[in-house]
């Protein structure tokens, strides 16, 4: 089945500066990945996703990055704000297929004022 | 209420007591999940539901019991727990599965804090 690895399990910057979490997944089927926020108490909600046609998709400060060949993909946050400070999980998932999310171990991110 | 939402959100339980945990959603979705997120762990899937169907079942032991007698509420009955067990419970919903649609996102309850004494 699919195996997902997420790193760093913790981040911390100054706030302006960019944070990179990079994941990497093990099922070359996988073709969904999304990214999911989850502040301290909160439920986690979806914030980006990239689909297995698309190498790169930006949304204001968060973009995310994908390299099929690599099995790997990265979310990257610039111009951080302390509000971006969360646990940040990466995830894949095979559309057409398990269409089942397999999850990383999740990202603790800190922005430091 | 709107969204995913999910009933108790604090459960405090001994080892020999049953309890349920509730989700119901409000999307218009069709399918369901449970999830269990402990400390330094990622979010485990336990079930999957699909227009009431159970599609999932990620070996789940058996003293967890999950019930969906329609696509808007999911339970997750509970009995003979043990303390290994205490953790977060997410509850999601999506729309249903195998649609072929290119957009399927879930949409997370705000958890149920199980602890299990």
């Known amino acids: 089945g699919e195996n997902v690895e997420q790193h760093p399990s913790t981040l911390s910057v100054q706030e302006g500066d960019s944070a990179v979490i990079k994941c990497t997944y093990s099922?070359?089927?996988?073709?969904?990945f999304p990214w999911y926020k989850q502040e301290l108490g909160k439920r986690p909600q979806l914030i980006i996703d990239?689909?297995?046609?698309?190498g790169e998709k930006k949304d204001q400060r968060i973009a995310v990055t994908l390299n099929k060949t690599a099995k790997h993909f990265s979310l990257h946050i610039t111009e951080t704000q302390p509000e971006d400070s969360a646990v940040y999980f990466c995830?894949?998932?095979?559309?057409?297929?398990?269409?089942?999310?397999?999850f990383g171990k999740g990202t603790k991110l800190t922005v430091n004022p | 209420e709107t969204g995913v939402t999910q009933t108790p959100r604090h459960l405090v339980m001994g080892m020999t007591n049953k309890k349920s945990l509730k989700c119901e959603q409000h999307?218009?979705?069709?399918?369901m999940y449970w999830y269990k997120q402990s400390a330094k762990k990622p979010l485990e899937l336990m079930f999957v539901?699909?227009?009431?169907?159970?599609?999932e079942n990620n070996s789940v032991p058996s003293r967890f019991s999950p019930e969906c007698p329609n696509s808007s509420h999911l339970f997750l009955h509970l009995h003979t727990l043990q303390p290994e067990d205490s953790a977060l419970y997410l509850c999601?919903?999506?729309?249903?599965?195998?649609?072929?649609?290119?957009?399927?996102?879930?949409?997370f309850g705000p958890g149920t804090r199980l602890t299990v004494l």
């Open positions: 999307l218009g979705h069709n399918a």
């Open positions: 990239i689909r297995s046609n698309v």
């Open positions: 539901y699909n227009f009431k169907e159970q599609t």
């Open positions: 099922d070359s089927a996988s073709n969904y």
């Open positions: 999601a919903s999506s729309q249903s599965l195998y649609s072929g649609r290119d957009y399927n996102e879930q949409f």
């Open positions: 995830a894949a998932m095979t559309r057409g297929g398990s269409e089942k999310l397999v």
